[in-house]
């Protein structure tokens, strides 16, 4: 559909641009846009791209809010470039730069290889003493929406780094592993179907670990997703402190539900139609 | 775990300085109230010499004054503790730094607990 011109208004956006192997320091260089209707910023970076300086490099990939590739500093303030309209942020004048505290690769393209790297030092995964059972599945652990409920809402994270740049702890300390991976360290410790507090709470309780968390909440107010970090990590540090207590909880890790063996199709119950597919 | 411990005692301090500090507020800035329980004994204000050394002479009050202390020192070493670590120093700077507060922290502890028993003598 093509788009529609709000009042043929065109703002100003300033791009950081910076090129390592070639610029000393980051610098800012303005565009005119003209803003249609519904023109998110993803749409307004592609139009720069295309009309005016094909060199602006920025990172995208699935442009509906879910891979996360997108983050950027959006008029200084963590965003989606493809979850935010510049409408809604702008008037007259739009500022992009790429995601405080991590290196830049080039332009709005940050290095989000530190941040991987912590989220794959809290172990983000299940783990289990059958870890036969999770690689080859007899059946499904079973878990009820109670138990879902404790974790479902830090598994909506998508990894898009909003949270580690809008952190204040992790722009001071390079070490603490920030908000997205202690968030999921307590995901996964959460999870009725994992037992591996033990491994997780050695990251998670270090020097720079959870308790280096001032409680600003600037993490939970950027996320795009909704998810809200800083209680994750209170919870976490919740964990730590009952853990140390002797007063946490010792669960079993859930069971698997197999499915019953010699089960019959209730005749009053018409089958399913074949796939198509 | 260390950290655990330390965050724990931190905010068993925190607690602690808020019952205590309350209770040397009150008895400083209540003294009409307080005074009839003892703590002013010569009358008048809280802070007159006579009143100030009849509260140092209480058992109670000699505890009141190094709990205090000990709580006020460990939780003010820690967050000056945390604000090191923010520098992002090493582990062995770390080290350096966790153990120069507990000797610092110990230092004044028991300098504090010496004047506080001292002054029981007045």
């Known amino acids: 559909m093509p788009e529609t011109s709000l009042s043929n208004r065109t703002i100003d956006v300033y791009i950081r641009r910076y090129n390592p192997e070639r610029d000393a320091r980051p610098r800012w260089q303005r565009f005119t846009l003209a803003v249609a209707r519904g023109m998110t910023v993803l749409d307004g970076l592609h139009r720069i791209r295309e009309e005016q300086d094909p060199t602006v490099v920025f990172r995208y990939s699935c442009r509906m809010s879910v891979c996360g590739s997108c983050a950027m500093l959006i008029n200084g303030r963590p965003a989606l470039a493809c979850n935010t309209q510049i409408a809604d942020v702008a008037s007259e004048r739009l500022t992009l730069a790429p995601l405080p505290n991590f290196d830049i690769i080039k332009d709005l393209v940050p290095d989000l290889a530190p941040l991987f790297q912590k989220h794959r030092a809290v172990q983000p995964y299940i783990q289990r003493a059958d870890m036969e059972e999770v690689e080859k599945p007899t059946g499904e652990f079973y878990q009820s929406p109670k138990e879902l409920e404790r974790y479902l809402q830090f598994a909506y994270c998508i990894k898009c780094g909003s949270c580690m740049a809008g952190c204040p702890t992790l722009a001071a300390d390079p070490e603490y592993p920030g908000p997205m991976p202690l968030a999921q360290a307590y995901r996964y410790s959460a999870d009725s179907r994992d037992s591996g507090f033990d491994e997780r709470k050695v990251q998670a309780g270090a020097s720079h670990g959870v308790f280096r968390c001032h409680y600003a909440g600037e993490c939970s107010n950027v996320c795009p997703k909704g998810v809200d970090p800083a209680r994750a990590l209170q919870l976490m540090k919740r964990e730590l402190v009952l853990d140390y207590l002797r007063l946490r909880r010792k669960r079993c890790p859930a069971s698997v539900l197999r499915v019953p063996g010699e089960a019959r199709r209730n005749p009053d119950v018409p089958a399913p139609p074949p796939y198509t597919v | ?122």
């Open chain 2, 1 to 122: 775990m260390r950290e655990t411990k330390y965050w724990i005692w931190h905010l068993a301090a925190g607690v602690l300085i808020l019952f205590l500090l309350g209770l040397h507020m009150a008895i400083m800035h209540l003294d009409s109230l307080f005074g009839a329980w003892g703590l002013n004994p010569s009358g008048g204000e809280a802070i007159a010499w006579n009143n100030v050394v009849a509260r140092s002479r209480m058992a109670a009050m000699i505890v009141v004054y190094i709990a205090l202390l000990g709580a006020a020192l460990y939780h003010g070493f820690y967050g000056l503790r945390t604000i090191v670590f923010e520098l992002g120093i090493g582990p062995a700077l770390q080290k350096a730094v966790t153990v120069g507060l507990w000797t610092a922290g110990l230092c004044l502890f028991v300098l504090g607990a010496i004047a506080a028993i001292a002054a029981g003598r007045l």
